[in-house]
């Protein structure tokens, strides 16, 4: 008669879980349908602390999180208050990689808002229990260099070493399908973070040779654009570390392509600085750009393409104030 009782418990416990998830699965569908329907960011975070204080530890906690934070810390600028929603928030998830996710969303927060000795507590606690993830361990990096903690920020590079390579990415990615060019390219974008944020943290504990040494090395992996910049930070923090070891012209060099073709008004301002102190004033430096605009610039090769009157064009026809441009579309 036990045996029946416990089984017939252990159903109904089964039962109870599955209608659980149902209601939760349906609770989200539907916040997340009121969610995209919302007009502001304020109505959008409103939809998601009201499906978090109904439901607070689901699989879709971490990611109504971390969209409330978007919200709060980049649209409307209010990082304390994203920070201090988080830790509302973390007191009631009992799931511990589910609080652990949560918990990796204030890394940043607290290096934006200047929090050093919370980041490096926090940061510890993360790194305790088991081995980082690739992206845990970039997690830590990040925040600790945005922070200035140069020495937590090597840390956090160093944990993520083991994880940039083709082999990593193959056994993280067995059986997903994923291709092996899709691989090999994150693979080499994982080795180019890494060697970046090693060397920018070398740089700022005044190891500039060892800085530049992995800065050269991660440009090998790193997938340079059309016009010369890099796909990331690489050449922008390349350049300045030049730039604090007193090698000028090769500063410039390396931070023209960012400063002109890479949106960057960091890259813009160290170019600046590195010209300022290889001429001995700003004068001429915005001359100088535009020479450097036209010394970097690609030729393109020349094509004729009808418009949707049937008109053809020329592209090396086209004059000052005219302008060419292109859509691509699947014929439906």
């Known amino acids: 008669m036990r045996r029946w009782t416990v089984a ?21 569908e539907a ?27 689901t699989p879709h906690t971490a990611d109504a999180v971390e969209s409330v934070v978007y919200h709060l810390a980049e649209e409307a600028e209010r990082p304390a208050e994203a920070d ?39 940061a510890e606690e ?11 361990a970039m997690a830590i990096g990040d925040a600790a260099s945005r922070a200035g903690e140069w020495e937590l920020a090597l840390r956090g590079y160093t944990d993520a070493q083991p994880y940039a390579s083709e082999d990593a990415v193959r056994a993280e990615n067995a059986g997903t399908g994923m ?34 040494q992995h800065f050269a090395l991660a440009r090998r992996f ?48 160290a170019l600046r600085e590195a010209y300022v102190s290889s001429r001995g004033s700003a004068e001429g430096f915005d001359a100088f750009l535009e020479a450097e605009r036209q010394r970097l610039a690609r030729p393109a090769v020349d094509f004729t393409l009808p418009d949707y009157q049937g008109v053809p064009h020329t592209f090396s026809a086209l004059r000052n104030g005219e302008v060419a441009l292109l859509t691509f579309w699947f014929p439906t």
């Open 222 to 269: 790193d997938h340079g654009r059309f016009l010369g910049n890099t796909n990331s930070k690489l050449g922008t923090l390349q350049g300045r570390t030049l730039l604090l070891a007193g090698r000028l012209e090769q500063a410039m060099q390396v931070l023209a392509p960012e400063a002109l073709f890479g949106d960057s008004e960091e890259a813009v301002q």
């Open 8 to 28: 017939l418990g252990v159903v109904a416990a089964l039962l109870w879980g599955c209608q659980r998830a149902a209601r939760v699965e349906q609770a989200w």
């Open 179 to 212: 291709s092996d060019e899709r691989m090999i390219r994150t693979a080499q974008r994982r080795i180019s973070a890494v060697l970046t944020g090693l060397g920018w943290a070398e740089a700022n504990l005044g190891r500039l040779d060892q800085a530049l």
């Open 126 to 136: 993360l790194s305790l229990g088991r081995a980082l993830t690739y992206r845990e």
């Open 84 to 122: 201090a929603f988080i830790v509302a928030r973390l007191a009631r998830i009992r799931n511990p990689e589910r609080r652990r996710e949560v918990a990796f969303q204030r890394l940043a927060l607290l290096a934006r808002l200047e929090r050093r000795d919370e980041l490096r507590k926090l």
């Open 31 to 57: 916040a997340d349908a009121a969610y995209e329907a919302a007009a502001t960011g304020e109505e959008k975070v409103a939809v998601l602390e009201k499906f978090l204080d109904r439901y607070p530890d």
